[in-house]
């Protein structure tokens, strides 16, 4: 399935011109993938969906947001496809492998990306870090109880995290729906399936 079809049948909506550089983006990620082992998936059209079109689901949030700090952000996902789709987003990207973090860069400086930091540490050593962030992502990176923990203090009044989990991730928000709200969060599930496999998907929002 191409890429314009996978967005399609989740509604989401990009510029034309984003689109080819999505594609390079994938491009780029398989052609260092087999030195660098940056993603266990290595098919195109899975990287596509699993990659790219996941990371996508985003694009709302996204969209009412000028700061994202996307934590644990591996080889770019979500932050690099929120970006490209996204320019006016200012982006602050944290990872822990230094060898993903080099392609993140190497992603910028290809694109041509403006106002993209991809940084090389672990997401605790951040502290001191301003609570500037509207919009605070994580996926797929720890149980939604540490994730709270770890983001709350980037994240500034009126400002949200959502955290990109599998099916997990209904049951974790069930387990602490009503400490969140005694923390002071306002919280909502969405339940999504990617287009092509099916694969059960789940974003968890919660706001300051």
Request: proline share 6%; hydrophobic share 45%; glycine share 6%.
């Given at each position: 399935?191409?890429?314009?079809?996978?967005?399609?049948?989740?509604?989401?909506?990009?510029?034309?011109?984003?689109?080819?550089?999505?594609?390079?983006?994938?491009?780029?990620?398989?052609?260092?993938?087999?030195?660098?082992?940056?993603?266990?998936?290595?098919?195109?059209?899975?990287?596509?969906?699993?990659?790219?079109?996941?990371?996508?689901?985003?694009?709302?949030?996204?969209?009412?947001?000028?700061?994202?700090?996307?934590?644990?952000?591996?080889?770019?996902?979500?932050?690099?496809?929120?970006?490209?789709?996204?320019?006016?987003?200012?982006?602050?990207?944290?990872?822990?492998?230094?060898?993903?973090?080099?392609?993140?860069?190497?992603?910028?400086?290809?694109?041509?990306?403006e106002g993209f930091t991809?940084?090389?540490?672990?997401?605790?050593?951040?502290?001191?870090?301003?609570?500037?962030?509207?919009?605070?992502?994580?996926?797929?990176?720890?149980?939604?109880?540490?994730?709270?923990?770890?983001?709350?203090?980037?994240?500034?009044?009126?400002?949200?995290?959502?955290?990109?989990?599998?099916?997990?991730?209904?049951?974790?928000?069930?387990?602490?729906?009503?400490?969140?709200?005694?923390?002071?969060?306002?919280?909502?599930?969405?339940?999504?399936?990617?287009?092509?496999?099916?694969?059960?998907?789940?974003?968890?929002?919660?706001?300051?």
């Open positions: 399935m191409m890429l314009p079809e996978l967005l399609y049948r989740l509604d989401l909506h990009v510029a034309p011109e984003s689109l080819p550089l999505l594609e390079r983006l994938v491009d780029e990620l398989l052609r260092w993938n087999p030195r660098r082992n940056l993603t266990a998936i290595v098919d195109r059209e899975e990287v596509l969906e699993k990659h790219l079109v996941d990371s996508l689901t985003l694009l709302p949030f996204a969209r009412q947001s000028t700061h994202l700090l996307d934590i644990g952000s591996g080889a770019g996902f979500p932050a690099l496809p929120l970006k490209i789709v996204c320019p006016g987003l200012k982006v602050v990207s944290v990872e822990a492998v230094g060898k993903k973090v080099d392609f993140q860069r190497h992603v910028v400086r290809t694109l041509g990306l991809a940084l090389h540490q672990r997401a605790e050593t951040l502290a001191g870090f301003p609570a500037a962030f509207d919009l605070v992502t994580a996926r797929a990176l720890c149980s939604l109880g540490e994730l709270v923990v770890l983001a709350e203090p980037f994240i500034k009044p009126g400002g949200r995290l959502v955290a990109m989990k599998g099916p997990e991730g209904s049951r974790e928000f069930l387990v602490l729906q009503d400490k969140l709200k005694e923390e002071g969060w306002t919280a909502f599930l969405h339940n999504l399936r990617l287009p092509d496999s099916g694969a059960e998907r789940c974003l968890v929002e919660l706001i300051r």
